[in-house]
């Protein structure tokens, strides 16, 4: 039998540790973009260029939405049902017909740790995009990242998301994030290419995104996407 901070069996305290390495996740990435917003808006200027057609302005929260919304949920549920996961979440379950438990436990723990590796990689990431932090268009005064992962993929934000979906799925042991994955996905196949395009209308900084793009060809996933 186990016992840490009241929680009474393995499986508890596996669903504590998930639902701890989500919460440090969000808080953060959000304490992260809450303290980059002012210092982008004082040094950079506000935001000149967003896109003007419906989608454009909606697809960053829908976006958001799909990141978020799985995770916030397993959060709750399962904090307030004293971390077990409540009937309906364990109906989405992933398959454990080719693991024991112990194995599960050990991927679900891995994938804790790799969350916070992750979170390394992610910081490093804003610090490298500094004041040119946006949802989504371009400053009053624009400059290109290029350095770090900018050179190896040219979002490499979105990179850290995808993979993130990926860990909360493999965390929570559950198809959920995997659902969401797919419309973050989605989502951000109709995002970035209106990021792009609204680049490219900034003369200041158009041909050299345009080098940019031959060099660094990859999106978000190298030599895939």
């Known amino acids: 039998m186990y016992y840490i901070a009241g929680l009474t069996s393995s499986t508890q305290i596996v669903e504590g540790l998930a639902v701890f390495t989500t919460f440090r996740y969000f808080q953060y990435v959000i304490s992260r973009i809450r303290a980059i917003?002012?210092?982008?808006n004082a040094e950079a200027g506000s935001i000149r260029v967003a896109?003007?057609?419906?989608?454009?302005?909606?697809?960053?929260?829908?976006?958001?939405?799909?990141?978020?919304?799985?995770?916030?949920?397993?959060?709750?549920?399962?904090?307030?049902?004293?971390?077990?996961?409540?009937?309906?979440?364990?109906?989405?379950?992933?398959?454990?017909?080719?693991?024991?438990?112990?194995?599960?436990?050990?991927?679900?723990?891995?994938?804790?740790?790799?969350?916070?590796?992750?979170?390394?990689?992610?910081?490093?990431?804003?610090?490298?995009?500094?004041?040119?932090?946006?949802?989504?268009?371009?400053?009053e005064k624009s400059r290109l990242v290029q350095t770090g992962a900018y050179a190896v993929v040219r979002h490499p934000g979105y990179a850290s998301?995808?993979?993130?979906?990926?860990?909360?799925?493999?965390?929570?042991?559950?198809?959920?994030?995997?659902?969401?994955?797919?419309?973050?996905?989605?989502?951000l196949a109709v995002k970035m290419p209106i990021e792009e395009d609204l680049i490219m209308q900034d003369a200041s900084v158009a041909g050299e995104y345009r080098a940019y793009m031959q060099r660094v060809p990859a999106r978000v996933i190298p030599y895939l996407w």
């Open 161 to 187: 998301v995808l993979i993130q979906g990926l860990l909360f799925a493999v965390m929570t042991w559950s198809y959920a994030p995997l659902l969401a994955l797919s419309i973050t996905a989605g989502t």
């Open 51 to 139: 896109p003007k057609s419906l989608i454009g302005k909606i697809i960053s929260p829908i976006h958001g939405l799909s990141i978020s919304i799985p995770p916030v949920t397993y959060i709750l549920c399962v904090t307030f049902n004293r971390f077990v996961q409540p009937a309906w979440m364990q109906r989405m379950s992933l398959p454990n017909t080719h693991f024991n438990h112990e194995i599960e436990v050990g991927l679900r723990v891995a994938a804790c740790a790799a969350t916070f590796v992750l979170l390394r990689v992610t910081a490093r990431t804003l610090t490298l995009l500094g004041n040119q932090w946006h949802a989504i268009g371009r400053r």
């Open 37 to 40: 917003a002012p210092v982008a």
